[in-house]
């Protein structure tokens, strides 16, 4: 079975750090352009951050930009999101996706998806 698997996730204060990460199982996404989607409660899903495959391009979304890094590592086909200086809108399910396509926004929905990690950011 395909999978995307998230970990990181967990309860911080305003002005923390967490850093997630996203393995690979079932297949191998490498190759494949690699990012972070969330959703807060009561909203739709949000572009966070991509990666492109060689680890050479990447965007972020405005909310998050100075604050967040994405990064990967494809001897372990593993993507990582570092965030730091936490806020309280940060708070939101984390979804670790992959498509062949470069994305840099919400307008496009990926191929794969994890099953999502909370984050949840305490004032």
């Known amino acids: 079975q395909v999978q995307l698997v998230e970990s990181g996730g967990g309860l911080v204060q305003a002005g923390g750090s967490l850093r997630l990460s996203c393995a690979a199982s079932?297949?191998?996404?490498?190759?494949?352009?690699k990012g972070w989607f969330r959703q807060a409660p009561g909203k739709e899903r949000d572009f966070v951050a991509t990666?492109?495959?060689?680890?050479?391009?990447?965007s972020y979304a405005d909310s998050v930009k100075g604050r967040f890094t994405i990064s990967r590592d494809n001897a372990k086909d593993t993507v990582y999101l570092q965030m730091n200086n936490l806020r309280p809108e940060d708070t939101a399910v984390y979804f670790c996706v992959a498509d062949l396509n470069y994305f840099s926004n919400a307008a496009y929905s990926p191929h794969y998806w994890g099953q999502g990690t909370q984050v949840t950011v305490s004032s």
């Open positions: 079932g297949r191998t996404f490498s190759t494949y352009t």
């Open positions: 990666i492109n495959r060689s680890g050479g391009r990447t």
